[in-house]
């Protein structure tokens, strides 16, 4: 009887490897395709149902919802486009891309740790958590469409680790549901921003590092 060796199983790996083929530039375009239109459903979609912030409907721009749309819309599109790389072959095992998105989501979080540990007791219902529920479960559902449309991307093509496809997956659309949610959220505050906004980018990070690799090995 023969015994398969770590080598074997390597060798079977690459070969299969071999066979699949390549993802090509106008493949890579379809899947920031499929992201973007994700987008658009999701956020039309929750603007619809909910609408936009009153302030913003009579053409005020407040610096501190600029700036949140900035952090949190930079950090989706980078993370979706390095999602939708992740479906070629060998990718995934290029570190930089999903600690990247991991390290630029914490950012924010962080700076409202400090401040709220730094800030007198009277100041932390500027955390607003009245409206934290709120802001989490609109951000997870608005981006849990982009979820679904990356996933659906991924499965078209071989992610070399389902794991970190799943984690920056989950990253992209937490991050996505928060932007969306901020054109509609009236809080602008940084302990408010970066603890429910950023819980939300969390949450989805560990449901898209859970739930995602089983639907992605192939």
């Not at 060798?11 to 973007?36: C, E, F, H, K, M």
């Not at 999602?83 to 630029?104: E, F, K, L, N, S």
């Not at 009245?130 to 093509?157: F, K």
């Amino acid at each position: 009887m023969m015994h398969s060796t770590p080598r074997d199983f390597s060798l079977l790996i690459d070969g299969l490897a071999a066979d699949l083929a390549p993802v090509t530039p106008q493949q890579q375009q379809r899947g920031i395709s499929y992201a973007l239109a994700a987008w658009v459903v999701a956020g039309t979609g929750l603007l619809i149902a909910l609408g936009v912030r009153e302030d913003w409907g009579t053409g005020m721009l407040v610096p501190g919802a600029l700036l949140q749309i900035f952090w949190s819309g930079s950090l989706g599109l980078v993370a979706s486009w390095f999602a939708v790389r992740m479906a070629m072959p060998g990718v995934g095992r290029d570190h930089g891309g999903w600690r990247w998105a991991a390290a630029v989501a914490t950012t924010v979080p962080l700076a409202a740790i400090v401040s709220l540990l730094a800030a007198p007791a009277e100041r932390w219902p500027m955390t607003q958590p009245h409206a934290a529920m709120d802001c989490l479960w609109q951000g997870l559902l608005a981006g849990s469409v982009v979820a679904a449309a990356l996933t659906l991307w991924l499965r078209q093509g071989a992610p070399s680790s389902p794991e970190r496809a799943g984690l920056v997956t989950g990253i992209a659309a937490g991050a996505t549901g928060v932007t969306i949610v901020a054109l509609h959220c009236p809080v602008d505050a940084l302990m408010h921003v970066g603890i429910w906004h950023g819980a939300t980018i969390a949450i989805a990070a560990v449901i898209g590092r859970i739930a995602l690799p089983p639907l992605l090995r192939w």
